[in-house]
């Protein structure tokens, strides 16, 4: 492969729309035959809709396929064939590897792949790496600590795959990893944004190492909706002199959508590798048009041992009207993940986005990065508070800063908050997946 040719796969990157459509279909009515034939949760879920493979007959027929919720998965797992259950289409012998979910929102799902779905993994990474501008003569350093959650190893192999070299962070602390990029004069790595500024900050502040001098040129972040937020990714460009690019998937999917080098204001979806539907929340209704939002429903076309078959996945996104000028034809949802259903609430009869908080807080000069956000009730009123963390130095600018925060906060949701200030490092830090959001109300 040239280094210098723009795309991974020019022949999929840049089918005609009309094509990768006819492609999607052709994949579905395979891997829902597949889950319908292999699966014994499958098979009785569409039996008991109605639903079997011969009535795939064109994309509207997927409509009526019956939606997978991970609450089904947890059902049905730790049962024989131990530990995934009815959802294994492959004996246990074909299993080569194990990850499972991170459980914040209850019991982990196990995930099986085959050698042949690792592979698929990787090649979808192999996609998302190659558009956002790594080659084969960057020093790609991976600070996360390798665990059963699939993080970014799947990152990690389609890094070699397109030859980079992968340096693994694994069970380094922050400082050590920041010495060991120092030392290796690494050019990109990949990371939470919570992480990223959280290194950042321990450089600058316990060591004395101004991160923006180490030489990082390209940061891909996944886990968090962050470098898809405006404030926070420059927040981190800025804190590293580098280009951070956003990626999201999951557990139970896989790597469906990437931030290309034109950065569009979005992502990509790999619709070579997977189907994407958005759903109205309220009725349930497909929406193809751009500029209205809904939770996705999402198929991986590729995937076998366990399949991923219209899964309710609970990502906020919209589809783009843009093309983006890097020529691929793949489409786009505006602003990348804008949240989950989950964590959209209702606060004083108003829908709450948690991103858009995160997005204020970010914007304000004099504030650090660690927020964290507390619903809960005073008799039959709902109340919300913000704690947020002064820089040093901005102790004379609490007040201004307050008037800043409570208007902008009032512009972007629509609220009123509670403002509570705190001493630079008072409040918790994440090495991951930060949660920065607590409704008290559901406790």
């Not at 493979?53 to 019956?66: G, S």
């Not at 800043?404 to 830090?429: A, H, M, S, V, W």
Request: hydrophobic share 40%; glycine share 8%; proline share 5%.
């Amino acid at each position: 492969m040239l280094a210098n040719q723009p795309y991974w796969n020019p022949v999929l990157e840049t089918a005609d729309p009309e094509r990768l459509r006819a492609l999607q279909l052709k994949k579905f009515k395979k891997i829902f035959r597949w889950a319908y034939d292999q699966s014994r949760f499958h098979r009785a879920l569409y039996d008991r809709a109605g639903i079997g493979p011969e009535d795939i007959r064109n994309r509207e027929d997927i409509r009526h396929v019956p939606k997978v919720e991970k609450s089904m998965m947890r059902d049905i797992q730790r049962k024989d064939p131990f530990p995934y259950g009815d959802a294994l289409c492959v004996p246990l012998e074909a299993v080569t590897a194990f990850r499972q979910t991170s459980g914040t929102t209850g019991q982990p799902v196990y995930q099986a792949d085959t050698w042949q779905d690792w592979e698929w993994w990787a090649e979808c990474w192999a996609f998302i790496l190659w558009a956002q501008g790594y080659r084969p003569s960057d020093r790609v350093f991976i600070p996360f600590g390798y665990n059963i959650f699939v993080a970014f190893w799947a990152g990690h192999y389609a890094a070699e795959k397109i030859g980079c070299e992968v340096v693994p962070g694994g069970v380094l602390d922050t400082q050590a990893r920041i010495l060991k990029i120092q030392e290796l004069k690494a050019t990109a790595m990949m990371a939470t944004p919570t992480y990223v500024l959280g290194m950042a900050d321990t450089a600058i502040r316990k060591m004395g190492i101004d991160p923006s001098g180490l030489g990082i040129k390209k940061i891909t972040c996944a886990g968090e909706p962050g470098a898809s937020i405006p404030a926070t990714k420059k927040r981190m460009q800025n804190a590293w002199n580098a280009r951070v690019f956003d990626h999201a998937g999951a557990t139970e999917i896989g790597a469906w959508s990437f931030e290309c080098e034109a950065q569009p204001g979005g992502m990509h979806v790999n619709d070579a590798f997977f189907l994407v539907e958005i759903e109205d929340m309220e009725t349930g209704e497909i929406i193809d048009e751009p500029g209205r939002r809904g939770k996705m429903i999402i198929t991986a076309l590729d995937r076998f041992a366990q399949p991923c078959v219209r899964f309710d996945a609970k990502d906020i996104i919209e589809w783009d009207t843009a093309t983006c000028a890097c020529g691929r034809t793949f489409r786009l949802i505006k602003g990348g993940v804008v949240g989950r259903a989950d964590d959209i609430t209702k606060v004083k009869g108003v829908l709450l986005a948690p991103s858009a908080i995160e997005e204020v807080v970010r914007s304000i000069d004099g504030l650090g990065d660690e927020y964290e956000v507390i619903v809960d009730k005073l008799g039959d009123v709902d109340r919300i508070k913000l704690k947020v963390e002064l820089q040093s130095g901005q102790e004379d600018r609490v007040k201004a800063i307050e008037g800043q925060l409570k208007d902008r906060l009032r512009l972007k949701t629509n609220l009123g908050y509670r403002i509570e200030f705190y001493d630079y490092g008072r409040l918790p830090r994440y090495d991951v997946k930060a949660r920065r959001f607590k409704d008290m109300r559901k406790h």
